[in-house]
C-alpha cells in the first residue's frame, strides 16, 4: 500500500482558497485512484471529490462542485485539492484517500488513509 501525508490546511477566512496536496510514497502510485474525505466534528466522514489513476475522470459531491478541483501528478507522486470560495461549513479535518484500481467515491472501498490536515474557516 502507498503511504499518505497530507498538507497544506490551515486558518482562514470566508471567500479564501486553499491548496492541499498528498504525498504518496512508492513506485505504484499512478495504479492508485484517490480521493479526498473530510470530516467535521460530531459528523460522519464525507465524500469529497476523487480521481482515475489517469487523472481522466473526476467526480465531486454536490456541495463542492464548481468550488473544489482535484488533480494529481503522478511524475511527482501527488494529489492535489484546490478549495476556492471557502465557507465556514468546510472546516473539517481533510483525509486523502487511496485504492489500486477503478475510481470510486465510497470510504471503505479505500484502502490507504493519511493521517488528515485541518482546514478551519473563519467567518
Known amino acids: 500500500q502507498v503511504q499518505l501525508v497530507e498538507s497544506g490546511g490551515g486558518l482562514v477566512q470566508a471567500g479564501d482558497s486553499l491548496r492541499l496536496s498528498c504525498a504518496a510514497s512508492?513506485?505504484?502510485?499512478?495504479?492508485?485512484?484517490m480521493g479526498w474525505f473530510r470530516q467535521a466534528p460530531g459528523k460522519e466522514r464525507e465524500f469529497v471529490a476523487a480521481?482515475?489513476?489517469?487523472?481522466?475522470?473526476?467526480y465531486y459531491a454536490d456541495s463542492m462542485k464548481g468550488r473544489f478541483t482535484i488533480s494529481r501528478d503522478n511524475a511527482k507522486n501527488t494529489v492535489y485539492l484546490q478549495m476556492n470560495s471557502l465557507k465556514p461549513e468546510d472546516t473539517a479535518v481533510y483525509y486523502c484517500?487511496?485504492?489500486?484500481?477503478?475510481?470510486?467515491?465510497?470510504?471503505?472501498?479505500?484502502?490507504?488513509w493519511g493521517q488528515g490536515t485541518q482546514v478551519t474557516v473563519s467567518s
Open positions: 484517500a487511496g485504492r489500486m484500481g477503478v475510481v470510486v467515491t465510497t470510504s471503505q472501498d479505500f484502502s490507504s
Open positions: 512508492g513506485r505504484t502510485f499512478s495504479r492508485y485512484s
Open positions: 480521481i482515475s489513476r489517469s487523472g481522466g475522470s473526476t
